[in-house]
Each structure stands twice: as C-alpha cells, then as structure tokens.
C-alpha cells in the first residue's frame, strides 16, 4: 500500500511539472561557477549557471559584461529545466547574457559553456577536429557537471534538457542531437566559394589532430534553439537523425555566414523546425546582447547594427519566444505552489 501511494506521489509530481507557474511568477537571477574537467584533456574548463532566485535583483559585472545577476544568490524552490549555451568561435557565452537572464526569470537554468580551445582567449584548437567533435563532448559533460553539482543538481529537471546554439555553437548543438557532419561538404563548399574567409580560412579542410573523435549526440538532448547557425557540413541525411524540435533564427544581413547556406538550407532539411525566423537587415552579431556604451567605445563592430535594425527589440521578442518555445517543448517549472501541492497530496 505505501508503495502504490508512493507511485501515486511521483506521478502527480510528474504531472505537475508540465503545469505552467502562476503568470505573476518572475525570479531574480543568480549565477554560480561551475568547474569540471574538459573530455579532450582532463584539464579544468568553467561554465556560469544562471537561475531563479528570490533574492533582490542586481547588477554584477563579468568579463566587461553587465550582468542582471547575483553570484550565488539563493536558488527559488522548484524543479527548473536545463539549458545549455553554447558560444560561437573564439567566442563567449556571456555575449548571450540577456538571452540567459531572461530564462532564468521565468524558470530556466541556462549553463553557458565556455569551450576550451574556442573562445576569446584562447584560439589553440579553431579549425580543428578536436574542435568540431569536441566541443559538444563539453556541453554534455557540463550537463553532467550541473546535474552533480550540490547547489544546482536539487533545483533541475534532469529529464529536460535543451541546446542554445549560436553561430559555431549551433553546429555544436545539431552534433548534440544526432547530426553527422560531412567534411566533403566544407571541402566543396570552399572550392565553390573561396571568398568566404570565415568558414575557408584553411581552404574547407578541418586540423586531423584527434583521430579518435567522432560525432556523438547526447539522447538528454530534448530541443534546440539556433542562432544564425553554421551548417555547411550537413545536408539532409546527415540531420535525419535530429528529431527534436527546433527552433531557428537567422539575419538576412549576415555578414559572415552565406544565410542559403546555413540557416535557410538548415530550415528546409531538418525534420522538426518548429519555426524560422529570418530577421530583416540584421547581421550575425544582432544575436550578441544590446551593448552598453562602454561596450560601443570598445566593440564598435560587434555593437553597431544597420540602420532600422532595433537589436533591444529583437532581443526582447528573442527571448519571450525562447520562454514560449522551450517552456513548450521541454515543460514548464515546477513551482513553489506545484511542490507545496504536491507536498499537501502526500
């Protein structure tokens, strides 16, 4: 008998997962450091969580970026889905921040990854297979990594997990789950166009410095969310296999990937894009968040749009329908009130 009230006890939990929280609810956020070991080498590597809280709300400088965030603030009582960031090259996931932020509010925990070898200081592995293969290897060990972590791990729904990619991070996100990159496609693709001096800087073909590697998908992998993604080395069969929903955003004004040959070509092979969205005039930064003046002084050219481009706009509708797509596809939190239900039925 105490077993069956106990398989009753978790199906409700269960159940109420999926049950939206109160319109009214809308968390501060607060970030905690995570520290694991990088798969390739053993070697320290970081990402930031960002989570509801109930503390006051503040501002906390990271990395020159103005974060709506407490470091270590206290966690909301819930049961949160996970999401994981991942940076574009020689990139980082902060550049995201308000993107991160805003899902934390409505009950997301967001764990950028910063990729070892690939962001901004640190370059040693770009044009690598290390890199390609390794990178998403990083983002599911950082999924593992949150799921231990004695602060976060009470606070997450294991079974919910989703990918924001971002330009090189939307490869890695489609990796995650189940596409198969096709090196003869870059190979061809630089032949036909060599001006393109971002994905051909050495001529389509990728560093065989790792053997050893290939593509693996992680199955937590529930939902994807790109960001002008770079997706030259699929073609159809090589994303059959990616059977999450997608959610897919691109400029039309792209400076650095050919958008026919990443998202638009992305948008037409994926078995399960829930929605495209091409953004008129914008560029591949327009995804970075608005930039403060400090920001503009220093970063013109991540910073500046063309004109009629309103990236605080964008951004704000970018966010609301991450909230609406991922709280969609992966459930919304279990809040307080879901626990204290669930609590009283027991």
Not at 28 to 49: K, N, R
Not at 71 to 77: G, L, P, Q, R, S
Not at 103 to 126: C, E, I, M, Q, T
Request: charged share 20%; glycine share 8%.
């Amino acid at each position: 008998m105490m077993r069956l009230c106990a398989v009753m006890v978790i199906s409700l939990f269960s159940g109420l997962i999926s049950v939206q929280a109160s319109e009214s609810e809308n968390w501060s956020v607060g970030f905690h450091e995570l520290t694991f070991l990088d798969p390739l080498d053993s070697q320290p590597m970081h990402a930031y969580a960002f989570y509801p809280s109930t503390d006051p709300d503040s501002v906390t400088r990271v990395q020159g970026y103005p974060i709506r965030a407490t470091e270590d603030a206290t966690i909301a009582m819930g049961r949160f889905p996970m999401l994981m960031l991942s940076h574009g090259n020689t990139g980082t996931p902060l550049a995201q921040h308000d993107l991160a932020t805003s899902l934390a509010r409505k009950g997301f925990v967001v764990v950028a990854v910063f990729h070892p070898g690939d962001n901004y200081l640190d370059h040693s592995r770009l044009g690598s297979l290390s890199n390609l293969y390794g990178r998403p290897l990083q983002i599911s060990e950082a999924i593992s990594a949150a799921l231990l972590d004695p602060m976060l791990s009470p606070y997450i729904s294991a079974r919910r997990v989703g990918v924001i990619g971002y330009s090189a991070g939307g490869e890695t996100a489609l990796i995650l789950a189940g596409a198969k990159p096709d090196l003869k496609r870059l190979r061809q693709y630089c032949i036909e166009r060599p001006q393109d001096i971002d994905a051909c800087k050495t001529q389509g073909e990728l560093l065989v410095d790792r053997e050893d590697l290939h593509a693996q998908a992680d199955p937590r992998v529930s939902a994807l969310m790109l960001m002008a993604p770079l997706g030259i080395m699929f073609g159809r069969q090589t994303l059959a296999d990616v059977h999450v929903p997608v959610l897919l955003y691109s400029g039309d004004g792209d400076e650095l990937l050919a958008i026919d040959k990443n998202a638009e070509a992305l948008a037409r092979k994926l078995p399960d894009v829930s929605n495209f969205k091409l953004l008129a005039g914008a560029g591949h930064f327009v995804f970075m968040a608005p930039c403060d003046d400090m920001q503009r002084a220093t970063q013109p050219g991540l910073c500046t749009d063309a004109v009629g481009v309103d990236r605080e706009d964008i951004h704000r509708n970018l966010s609301s329908e991450a909230v609406e797509f991922f709280g969609s596809t992966l459930g919304t939190p279990l809040s307080t009130a879901g626990m204290q239900q669930a609590a009283a039925v027991h």
